[in-house]
């Protein structure tokens, strides 16, 4: 990221900060906290039991349901899936859990081109280079306006100003126009209701009842999502939207629990009305039956990167794929392994601690990684400044 990338960056989250932290300090948030902690560690410390639940319930609603141990076996299954779908489109809604199993590669790679369905993805879509994102609520918040009216003119050919709503419009017509060519929508999910069998989508955009409405609909899911119920989804998805926006809820929250169905007609059964014919649900482990359970907790909402001095200072570069900051140093661990860990940036974290002070859930980042370093140290990986140190002291020289 260059200084203006980093500047444009800091004032988006100084605008955060400021939406959102009266929203915060309020009793009624600070209950909403507690619940939602107890909700996660609850959940996390049941996940084997709570999988079974959903697979089980999904499946009562005739949601089809697979099980994937890695990104590999991930993107395979959702390419048997789509192989018999018309087109090469495919619709995406903004998610890390595609980011992290690196999907839109994938696709393409297979001969598949993913159109971005979020603003923000789109944006970086069409920047092409160095189009990682920022912050998992806001994608492109180190873009300014003029940055962006440049990247979707270089890209589309088109003469746009520099207007946030001339763009805006501009990205939608094209998105849309794009849409009509696919059967297949992908997306993540925010929360699975175990007991239910429901998948909920948090969004502001309206992007995901677009993605939902294609002929077939995957979802992507960490198994660190699964919830019990319902009401613990919602209540998760309330607390999220608060800390990522300062909105008591967010603009739409979909609740899937089957393909499109009918009983208008003498109360009898018929599918394939409106909505997907087909929904499928991929449950992805990709580390995280073997993660520190309260780097789990996460609902996504950003503000531990809000909050970071290093992140505000270098930007997405302390982080790992769509996980960003200090607690996507870590989960970079679990998911791929201490070398992964070590590059993405576990020895840039100060320990300071203000992640966790400004975690709605309180998840010990700072005290995690201090583990991973330890480990990280006894299997051998250390700074360019550690190995220089270590080799004077064996030396037996001055370690400077």
């Known amino acids: 990221m260059n200084e203006i990338e980093l500047k444009t960056m800091r004032n988006s989250f100084n605008t955060v900060k400021n939406r959102t932290v009266s929203k915060i300090a309020t009793d009624k948030t600070k209950k909403l906290e507690e619940k939602v902690k107890n909700i996660k560690k609850e959940s996390i410390a049941n996940n084997k039991k709570l999988v079974e639940e959903a697979i089980t319930s999904l499946k009562r609603n005739d949601i089809g349901v697979f099980f994937a141990n890695d990104d590999k076996k991930a993107c395979n ?17 903004k998610s890390n859990t595609l980011g992290e199993i ?8 297979n001969g598949y081109e993913t159109i971005e369905t979020d603003l923000g993805d789109r944006i970086l879509q069409l920047k092409k280079d160095d189009n990682k994102p ?31 709503k001339e763009i805006m419009d501009f990205v939608k017509k094209d998105v849309l126009e794009k849409l009509k ?3 297949v ?22 992007n995901i009842s677009l993605i939902a409405s294609k002929k077939l609909h995957i979802i992507v899911a960490g198994v660190d999502k699964i919830v019990p119920t319902i009401e613990d989804a919602i209540s998760i998805a309330k607390l999220e939207t608060i800390y990522a926006s300062g909105s008591p809820v967010t603009s739409y ?7 499109s169905k009918t009983t208008d007609i003498e109360k009898k059964l018929l599918k394939n009305m409106y909505g997907a014919e087909k929904v499928v649900v991929i449950l992805l482990d990709n580390g995280r039956s073997k993660a520190n359970h309260e780097c789990l907790y996460c609902i996504g909402c950003g ?8 992140y505000n200072a270098i930007g997405n570069e302390f982080g790992f794929n769509n996980y960003l900051g200090g607690r996507g140093v870590a989960m970079s661990n679990y998911i791929e392994d201490e070398k992964t860990s070590f590059d993405s940036g576990i020895f840039k974290c100060t320990l300071c601690g203000l992640c966790s002070i400004n975690c709605p859930v309180s998840i010990p980042t700072n005290e995690i990684i201090e583990k991973i370093r330890y480990l990280s140290q006894k299997k051998g990986f250390y700074t360019n400044a550690h190995n220089k140190i270590k080799n004077n002291i064996q030396k037996k020289e001055s370690p400077y």
């Open 77 to 93: 299954i959702i390419l048997d899936l789509i192989k018999s779908e018309k087109g090469k489109f495919v619709a995406n809604s």
């Open 102 to 109: 690196h999907l839109s590669k994938f696709l393409k790679d």
């Open 134 to 164: 920022v912050h998992p609520t806001g994608p492109a918040s180190h873009l300014n306006v003029d940055n962006i009216r440049d990247i979707v003119n270089g890209a589309c050919g088109s003469s746009l100003k520099s207007d946030s």
């Open 181 to 183: 060519s696919t059967n």
């Open 185 to 206: 929508g992908i997306s993540g999910g925010n929360s699975i209701a175990s007991e239910e069998g429901s998948i909920i989508l948090i969004h502001n955009e309206g």
């Open 253 to 259: 929250m979909n609740i899937i629990s089957g393909p």
């Open 303 to 310: 503000n531990c990167i809000v909050s970071c001095p290093v």
